[in-house]
């Protein structure tokens, strides 16, 4: 009770303010008679709102009076505005200014009066009535692209679907591709006397791979441009059936991969052309013509040119592809084994787990005999094990017929472990 809650004025929607059981005691420090009655907020007047500005929209405004008086509750609900608010000043600025001269209100005055409740409601309708016709404009530009896009999303339902439905489909596209290339080419000449046949047979066999008898040296030569259409009509039926039999076991998957493929790339570019379309259009009205109209007329335009596109690339890249098999992956080589370096820097493989190398003979020099062991060359990248077992004691100076061959810093011979140099090289 008392309490002031600063909010906006969408605060609380969906959300029903019940009065009663359910409102937060104050507290105690605030109460002048702890020890007195409860107050009961309803016998207070339930909740009062205060609105600090109309919304340009009434639903708004009937919300947040809807926030007091729920369920039955008492309430109450006051709107203060200002003839400086975006409401009044855009939409009943002048009107209620002269009803306030009218009535010879002042200078900080409030002013409660059903005249300048009408005027605002008729000031709300306005505001209305603009954004309803905003959101239909938008309604009806969207409503462009969204009847393209049925017709395009039909054709990708057909390739995700696929079977026969999606050859017939391929079928009538490549048909309408090759005669539309050809009565573009031969749209140049004036007369058929001047047509240049070869010129066409080179332009459809560049595109299509595709040769059409009449334009052949030896064919019957057209009398007319519908006459070159229908044979040309025919020659691409017969070139599609002769690559779905190439293609074999794998022509559903490749038809209707090549379909999506070519759909999903010229919708996306068709999009934006839409986009930018869209974003330049409103300067239209200042010829004096309807941006709507302007927008259908040329994005039907660009959608014909779209569906022309679609075609053309379709057939050429159906009608040229062909399957690449790549060979099966060698098996991949066997682990190189593990090595190591023992005390004498001499490379040797690391037994698995479990497995036993075999190091030699296993006798055991007696004490004192010497057995020759061939000498390691260090640095040139490979090292050679030692042909013997390795004595119990070292070498004497007479072990070794040429110590000339052993460096300073290589392994001594005898199989110490140390140089040469502190080894028997010490007392040479």
């Known amino acids: 009770v008392g309490a002031v809650t600063i909010a906006t004025n969408m605060a609380g929607r969906g959300t029903d303010i019940k009065l009663g059981e359910g409102v937060i005691e104050s507290k105690p420090s605030r109460v002048k008679d702890p020890d007195g009655k409860e107050i009961d907020v309803a016998e207070c007047g339930g909740l009062h709102i205060i609105g600090s500005e109309r919304h340009e929209s009434r639903r708004i405004d009937r919300q947040l009076r809807g926030r007091a008086g729920r369920q039955g509750d008492p309430g109450a609900s ?30 900080g005055e409030m002013l409660t009066h059903p005249l300048i409740t009408r005027s605002i409601e008729q000031a709300q309708k306005r505001v209305e009535l603009q954004n309803f016709q905003s959101r239909k404009r938008l309604l009806d530009y969207d409503d462009v692209m969204n009847q393209q896009r049925e017709v395009v999303y039909s054709l990708r339902a057909f390739a995700l679907e696929g079977g026969e439905e999606l050859k017939g489909e391929a079928i009538k596209m490549v048909e309408s591709a090759v005669g539309r290339r050809i009565e573009t080419t031969l749209a140049d000449f004036d007369s058929s006397l001047d047509w240049d046949l070869d010129l066409v047979r080179q332009d459809l066999l560049m595109h299509y791979l595709l040769t059409v008898p009449c334009f052949e040296a030896d064919g019957v030569r057209p009398q007319s441009v519908a006459d070159a259409k229908t044979e040309g009509g025919v020659a691409g039926r017969k070139a599609f059936h002769a690559k779905l039999a190439q293609l074999g076991e794998h022509a559903d998957q490749v038809l209707a991969l090549v379909m999506l493929n070519v759909l999903d790339e010229k919708w996306k570019d068709h999009l934006y052309d839409l986009d930018q379309l869209r974003s330049s259009i409103g300067y239209r009205a200042w010829g004096q013509k309807d941006p709507l109209l302007e927008y259908k007329q040329e994005a039907y335009s660009m959608f014909v040119d779209l569906m022309n596109d679609i075609q053309h690339t379709f057939t050429e890249r159906f009608l040229r592809v062909q399957l690449m098999f790549e060979p099966p992956a060698p098996p991949p080589p066997p682990p190189e084994p593990k090595r190591r370096f023992n005390a004498l820097g001499v490379a040797e493989d690391v037994p698995e787990e479990g497995e036993v190398l075999d190091i030699g003979p296993s006798e055991t020099p007696s004490e ?41 810093n290589d392994p001594c011979p005898c199989g110490s472990g140390k140089k040469f140099k502190k080894c028997h090289g010490a007392t040479m």
């Open 368 to 408: 004192g005999e010497v057995v020759k062991s061939d000498p390691m060359i260090v640095g040139a990248g490979r090292a050679r094990s030692l042909s013997g077992a390795v004595a119990a004691t070292p070498l004497g100076a007479g072990g070794v017929q040429d110590w000339s061959t052993v460096g300073r």
């Open 78 to 107: 006051q709107f203060f505005l200002s003839l400086e608010d975006d409401l009044m000043r855009l939409f009943g600025s002048d009107r209620i200014a002269r009803l306030m001269d009218r009535l010879g209100a002042q200078e």
